[in-house]
């Protein structure tokens, strides 16, 4: 079974709306984390937003949120008034803590924004 | 303060060749993760170094291999490539012993084709 599914291979929005992108997960770890990045063209993968299994609140950064559903494994991240330089494709990722206390992540297949104007 | 730098950025080598790519971590982080990023696989972990030690480590032959030294720097090591090691090549390095909330923070990648 996939760790990491992002079921949306892309997405278009239009300049200052709000889009969702979706992300589940499945992990009998019960301490995890949970990532999203933006890679841009250029290829650098940019870190966005970070929340914790254990953490009581959605993880909020700027115009970033997750929106985090453990119940049902999903972590989907929310951007608010977007804008043309969001456009890039997005993956979530995955740390279990089994995993030998390292940094290793499992990324999902991602999902390619195009922001409109 | 200086991301992280990875070199060379563009490669371009023959089947049955070797590679090594360089990655330059945050000042102060000791680990420093591989990962590779195809079309076909999408983003794929290799390794991770923590002080010199691999601390974990992917799915990958034994043709690939890394290393860190010293100062938190980390090489991978690509031998006999063949055609499917087409790929860009990250690294992120995070600063702390436990994964915890450390963000990883990537590179700009390299970019290695194999004709």
């Known amino acids: 079974a996939q760790k990491i599914t992002q079921t949306q291979p892309g997405m278009f929005v239009q300049e200052k709306e709000a889009v969702t992108l979706d992300c589940t997960y499945d992990t009998s770890d019960p301490s995890y984390g949970l990532f999203w990045y933006k890679q841009p063209s250029s290829g650098e993968m940019i870190f966005l937003i970070y929340q914790g299994s254990y953490d009581q609140q959605n993880a909020t950064e700027g115009r970033y949120s997750l929106n985090f559903q453990k119940a049902r494994k999903s972590a989907n991240l929310v951007i608010s008034a977007s804008q043309l330089g969001d456009s890039a494709m997005y993956f979530c990722?995955?740390?279990?803590?089994?995993?030998?206390?390292?940094?290793?992540?499992?990324f999902g297949t991602g999902t390619q924004l195009k922001v409109e104007l | 303060k200086a991301g992280v730098t990875q070199t060379p950025r563009y490669l371009i080598k023959t089947r049955g060749q070797q590679v090594t790519l360089s990655c330059s971590p945050i000042?102060?982080?000791?680990?420093v993760s591989w990962y590779q990023q195809t079309p076909g696989q999408g983003l794929q972990f290799l390794f991770e170094y923590f002080s010199e030690t691999q601390r974990n480590k992917g799915n990958f032959p034994g043709r690939f291999s890394g290393r860190q030294f010293s100062n938190s720097r980390s090489e991978m090591n690509v031998s006999t490539l063949e055609l499917g090691d087409s790929a860009l090549y990250l690294c992120?390095?995070?600063?702390?012993?436990?994964?915890?909330?450390?963000?990883?923070?990537f590179g700009a990648g390299s970019r290695l084709t194999v004709l």
């Open positions: 000042s102060g982080h000791r680990s």
């Open positions: 990722a995955m740390r279990e803590s089994n995993t030998g206390g390292g940094n290793k992540l499992t």
């Open positions: 992120a390095s995070s600063a702390g012993q436990e994964a915890g909330a450390n963000v990883l923070t």
